[in-house]
T-cell receptor, first 114, second 116 residues
Framework: GENVEQHPSTLSVQEGDSAVIKCTYS??????FPWYKQELGKRPQLIIDIRSNVGEKKDQRIAVTLNKTAKHFSLHITETQPEDSAVYFC?????????????FGTGTRLQVTL | DAGVTQSPTHLIKTRGQQVTLRCSPKSGHDTVSWYQQALGQGPQFIFQYYEEEERQRGNFPDRFSGHQFPNYSSELNVNALLLGDSALYLCASSPYLAGGRNNEQFFGPGTRLTVL
């Protein structure tokens, strides 16, 4: 089955700096890669996603890149703000038939300091 | 639109007991997935229901079972609870589209289960 590895497990940056979180996946059939943000005690919320037919996607301060050949994808947050502090999860999914199982990474705790 | 809702919010059980968790999907969604999130870990897929049938299952024992009702709501049942079943149980709903494309999963707030 699919295996998703995520690094680093913790990341501390100063406000205004950039943060990068990296994930690798094992199943070459995976073609959908969402990123979720989970604040303490709250539900995971989708912040950006990318499909395998696209190499990069941006949404304001957030961008995701995908390298299908190397089977890795990354989340980039620029101009970080204190409210970006949370746990971020990457995930992978193979869209085949009725299957929509997400396999998650182990998470990155991002701390944005003033 | 209330989004995905789950009940109860918190639950405390003892080893060996049985528990039922409930989920109502977002309006317009017909597919429900259940995930277990242990403390400090990413969510782990338990199973998914569509058209009242279990469509896909993760690596969880038969003690974990589920059901989907005609109104698309779903239940997760866990029998013979173990200490290791303590976790946040998340329900996610999505609309089924042919080929599974573009069906973003929206998560509910979760049920925090503590097994003593």
């Amino acid at each position: 089955g699919e295996n998703v590895e995520q690094h680093p497990s913790t990341l501390s940056v100063q406000e205004g700096d950039s943060a990068v979180i990296k994930c690798t996946y094992s199943d070459s059939a995976s073609n959908y890669f969402p990123w979720y943000k989970q604040e303490l005690g709250k539900r995971p919320q989708l912040i950006i996603d990318i499909r395998s037919n696209v190499g990069e996607k941006k949404d304001q301060r957030i961008a995701v890149t995908l390298n299908k050949t190397a089977k890795h994808f990354s989340l980039h947050i620029t101009e970080t703000q204190p409210e970006d502090s949370a746990v971020y999860f990457c995930a992978a999914r193979a869209d085949t038939g009725t299957a929509s199982k997400l396999t998650f990474g182990t998470g990155t705790r991002l701390q944005v300091t003033l | 639109d209330a989004g995905v809702t789950q009940s109860p919010t918190h639950l405390i059980k003892t080893r060996g007991q049985q528990v039922t968790l409930r989920c109502s999907p977002k309006s317009g969604h017909d597919t429900v997935s259940w995930y277990q999130q242990a403390l400090g870990q990413g969510p782990q897929f338990i199973f998914q229901y569509y058209e009242e049938e279990e469509r896909q299952r993760g690596n969880f024992p038969d003690r974990f079972s589920g059901h989907q009702f005609p109104n698309y709501s779903s239940e997760l049942n866990v029998n013979a609870l173990l200490l290791g079943d303590s976790a946040l149980y998340l329900c996610a709903s999505s609309p089924y589209l042919a080929g599974g494309r573009n069906n973003e999963q929206f998560f509910g707030p979760g049920t925090r289960l503590t097994v003593l």
